[in-house]
């Protein structure tokens, strides 16, 4: 029986765990609400995702700054 390989990962590593973003949020847009991201994201050099990131996250950064610490494992192990 032949040895089993190792295989090696592929793609991007992962990132750390307190700039990972597992999470996924879908919304709808009217036509005009998506062409006005569209002009900022293009404005700033930035993908839609991250634009709309980028509003999300700037609308609550002062309220959910408790919030934004990662989860603790439910393993209990530290990173």
Known sequence: ???????SRM????????????NRLVTFLTDAELE???QEAQQDGLSLS???HQILSSSF????E???EPPARRDGGTD
């Not at 029986?1 to 295989?7: D, H, I, N, T």
């Not at 793609?11 to 597992?22: T, V």
């Not at 950064?61 to 959910?64: D, N, S």
Request: no cysteine; aromatic share 4%; net charge positive.
């Open 61 to 64: 950064q002062t309220r959910a």
């Open 11 to 22: 793609g991007r590593p992962p990132l750390p765990r307190e700039k990972a973003r597992p």
């Open 36 to 38: 006005i991201l569209r």
């Open 1 to 7: 029986m032949p040895e089993k390989r190792m295989r």
């Open 50 to 52: 991250a634009k709309a």
């Open 66 to 68: 408790p919030f934004l």
